[in-house]
């Protein structure tokens, strides 16, 4: 199904260098049409904090690159302990990983990561 989007969001406190609050609301110009294929994500309403054996399914446009896909993506990656993902990706940046960001992804052999 290809739809055009009637407004995105983006939250207001996101952070160009850091990636911080890197999250944002799309709203369909038109409603998806539910099937087999294309159905809801269901989000969490825990504030409980995810192990680092659990799998998390995240979503976007975007890759590692910052290139901009041209359909939503979608894929379950594991959540790796902040220590891990700051060394292997935050290493030059003076924030590291905030209170506000999630790491998950294959850190130790690249590939998908959010």
Partial sequence: QVR???TTTGHPY???LSYDSN???MQL???QEHNIAVRSMCLSNSKKMLSSSSLCTVSGCGDHQRSQARWLQQTQVPVPEN???ERN???NHPEGITAR???AGFVSVGGQKS
Avoid: N, R
Wanted: glycine share 4%; with cysteine; charged share 10%.
């Fill in 83 to 85: 220590e891990i993902c």
């Fill in 14 to 16: 996101f952070v160009t």
């Fill in 29 to 31: 110009g038109v409603p």
């Fill in 89 to 91: 990706y935050y290493f």
């Fill in 4 to 6: 055009q989007m009637k």
């Fill in 23 to 25: 999250i944002a609301l």
């Fill in 101 to 103: 960001m999630l790491c």
